[in-house]
């Protein structure tokens, strides 16, 4: 493919990605980095913040769409 392609696919995935945040907002789903299982801890004065469940979505997200492009070359 060409670069112009890979841009255009690109943009549709981001524009795919904002949709779906969209919606999942308006149909209460729980928002990504905002998941059970990321552990966040509020102190007095820090906040801390280690996103386990999200790592591991968008992780298997991220494998299943490489996989998809990379079958479809």
């Not at 999200?54 to 992780?59: G, R």
Request: hydrophobic share 55%.
């Amino acid at each position: 493919m060409t670069l112009g392609r890979w841009l255009i696919v690109i943009g549709v995935v981001f524009v795919g990605a904002g949709l779906l945040a969209i919606l999942g907002a308006k149909l209460g789903l729980p928002r990504l980095g905002r998941l059970p299982g990321d552990i966040v801890y509020r102190g007095k004065n820090t906040t801390i913040y280690v996103p386990i469940a999200t790592c591991l979505l968008l992780s298997v997200l991220l494998t299943v769409v490489f996989s998809l492009f990379n079958r479809l070359r």
